[in-house]
């Protein structure tokens, strides 16, 4: 039996999230919550209601529902909301599209989404809230840390370590064993060469730091 998922969010990613729990079928969503767009609460979005944003969480916990995600693409923004429904009682959901391969689930944290194409190979970690999105790739033995983005497209080489908050571009491709700070930016379509510091913006090709964040 599917189990019920409130999905915090009710944007551009909450919709491909959305997508990726029908495909998977481990979850039935009964609800969003945005706070961005307050004009919103009360109608639909993807065929469910919109049932107001943080000053539900509590009713929605006492009404049982027990599993949150986060969809909402920037960084920051979905850790800190993660700790707030983990603070309200809530679990957060892991959701694998049934089109991405993932060699060992066990490996995946609380609140991260592995979207259609996407491929992570034997001997990674993959932290909490984050997002390896549409068709990106993660070679052996790499370590994603929580609230990392990798977008669309992207792909990391072997042994390749990515620190919490920091985002890898469309496009972007990483070499082995590079190690990317907390917080970073990579640009699309970045070539990766050399470590990166946390805290800057760097792209290029070969990629370089441009300035910081």
């Not at 307050?38 to 009404?63: A, V």
């Not at 983005?149 to 620190?163: K, S």
Request: with cysteine; net charge negative.
């Amino acid at each position: 039996m599917a189990k019920d998922l409130i999905i915090w969010g009710a944007g551009g990613h909450a919709r491909v999230v959305t997508v990726a729990v029908y495909k998977e079928d481990v979850f039935w969503i009964c609800g969003y919550l945005d706070d961005v767009h307050p004009e919103m609460h009360g109608t639909d979005f993807m065929h469910h209601r919109i049932r107001g944003g943080k000053e539900k969480l509590d009713s929605l916990r006492r009404d049982d529902f027990r599993y949150m995600f986060i969809a909402i693409g920037d960084n920051e923004a979905r850790m800190r909301l993660a700790k707030t429904s983990r603070e309200h009682g809530f679990e957060l959901a892991i959701i694998v599209h049934p089109h991405a391969i993932a060699t060992e689930r066990r490996g995946i944290g609380g609140g991260t989404v592995i979207m259609a194409g996407a491929v992570i190979q034997p001997g990674c970690t993959i932290g909490e809230n984050v997002i390896i999105n549409t068709s990106a790739t993660v070679d052996h033995e790499c370590i994603i840390e929580d609230g990392v983005h990798i977008a669309p497209g992207a792909h990391l080489a072997g042994r390749v370590t990515v620190e919490c908050g920091t985002l890898i571009g469309i496009g972007a491709v990483v070499i082995t064993g590079v190690q990317i700070g907390t917080g970073s930016i990579i640009g699309a379509g970045a070539v990766v060469l050399r470590d990166v510091p946390s805290g800057v913006v760097c792209y290029g090709n070969p990629a370089r730091v441009v300035r910081d964040r």
